[in-house]
């Protein structure tokens, strides 16, 4: 009958174990990233560009209102003057949060480098969409 007893709580003990030690490893990997809408990339990381580069079929090109900005392809982002990065700006704040994502895709898929003062913008706005709490 002891022998049963002190089984059933050998095997209680090793489960609390094992549960506590599952859960700070969990804890070891820092917060979990928000879940990304499919087809939706951040282009924060160089895994994630890469997945989304080699997982997304060629698709047609999704325009902002921003046709003028085709004049700026192959341009480096350091080599934009003012006034054209100005440009860039407008257009990227008159856009909703949510379409900024897809905007930068857009530009990724014309070869259109955004600015690099604006590049941090850009990418915070993202940020802020997919870890908002009613984020698509």
């Not at 480096?76 to 895709?105: K, N």
Request: some cysteine.
């Amino acid at each position: 009958m002891w022998y049963l007893i002190l089984s059933i709580l050998l095997l209680g003990l090793l489960a609390a174990i094992l549960e506590r030690l599952s859960r700070g490893k969990a804890r070891e990997g820092g917060p979990s990233p928000a879940p990304q809408p499919p087809g939706v990339c951040c282009q924060q990381h160089e895994i994630c560009e890469r997945t989304f580069r080699q997982t997304s079929l060629p698709q047609a090109i999704t325009y902002y209102n921003d046709e003028e900005l085709d004049r700026f392809c192959r341009i480096e982002t350091e080599a934009y003057a003012d006034s054209e990065v100005e440009e860039f700006r407008d257009i990227l704040y008159t856009l909703r949060p949510f379409e900024v994502a897809g905007w930068l895709h857009s530009l990724e898929q014309r070869r259109i480098k955004l600015p690099a003062l604006l590049r941090e913008e850009a990418l915070l706005i993202v940020l802020e969409e997919h870890s908002s709490p009613g984020a698509p």
